[in-house]
């Protein structure tokens, strides 16, 4: 079963505006951790933004902030005020424990292009 | 400094031919990781390796041989390559203690057999 559902496979957005990610995950596991990564063009991973299942607050990291729903098991991610340097794709992936903390499964990926 | 630096970028070779990547971590990790990301962008684990040991296989064919020499190395052999192996082969690091950390990746090799 997937772990990681990803169900926009390409998004446009206007520069400026915000735009908002979707993600689901499947665990039955208490203890995880979701993240989101970046991969512009160039190829290579970027680390955005982290939300473990314990905390409280919804994580924000500068432009970039998660919309933890754990009930729903969503965690969303939100570009505000999108830049041309945002079009790339964006990953949400997760880290379970057990054996699964040795590994982090990943969803398929949005696409964003921002346009100016 | 590069944290997770793995060689080479680049790698076009013929059928049936042998390629080793390899990696290298200076971020004092314990874990490290091989993970491959197909045409269509996803990507999957192959190997995790934790302080040298083997932890997790992902059913990956046995061409595919990962060798650590020690918690900062991780490389990857493969054998009789096939069309089918040409993909984006990313290198990752991390802690284990806790899932509040995640992964630092290498930059990627880009492996086409033709």
């Known amino acids: 079963a997937q772990k990681i559902t990803q169900t926009q496979p390409g998004m446009f957005v206007q520069e400026k505006e915000a735009v908002t990610l979707d993600c689901t995950y499947d665990?039955?596991?208490?203890?995880?951790?979701l993240f989101w990564y970046k991969q512009p063009s160039s190829g290579e991973m970027i680390f955005l933004i982290y939300?473990?299942?314990?905390?409280?607050q919804n994580a924000t990291e500068g432009r970039y902030s998660l919309n933890f729903q754990k009930a729903r098991k969503s965690a969303n991610l939100v570009i505000s005020a999108s830049q041309l340097g945002d079009s790339a794709m964006y990953f949400c992936?997760?880290?379970?424990?057990?054996?699964?903390?040795?590994?982090?499964?990943f969803g398929a990926g949005t696409t964003v292009t921002v346009r100016a | 400094d590069t944290a997770v630096s793995q060689t080479p970028k680049y790698l076009v070779t013929q059928m049936g031919n042998d390629k080793s990547i390899k990696c290298e971590q200076n971020?004092?990790?314990?874990?490290m990781y091989w993970y491959k990301q197909d045409s269509k962008k996803f990507l999957k684990i192959m190997f995790s390796?934790?302080?040298?040991?083997?932890?997790i296989n992902e059913t990956v064919p046995n061409r595919f041989s990962p060798k650590s020499p020690d918690k900062a190395h991780l490389n990857l052999h493969i054998n009789s390559l096939e069309l089918g192996d040409s993909a984006v082969y990313f290198c990752?690091?991390?802690?284990?203690?806790?899932?509040?950390?995640?992964?630092?990746f290498g930059s990627g090799t880009r492996l086409t057999v033709v």
């Open positions: 390796y934790n302080n040298k040991e083997l932890i």
């Open positions: 665990t039955s596991d208490p203890s995880y951790g």
């Open positions: 971020l004092g990790h314990d874990t």
């Open positions: 939300q473990g299942s314990y905390d409280q």
């Open positions: 992936a997760m880290r379970e424990g057990g054996l699964n903390d040795y590994k982090l499964s």
């Open positions: 990752a690091s991390s802690h284990t203690a806790g899932q509040g950390y995640g992964y630092t």
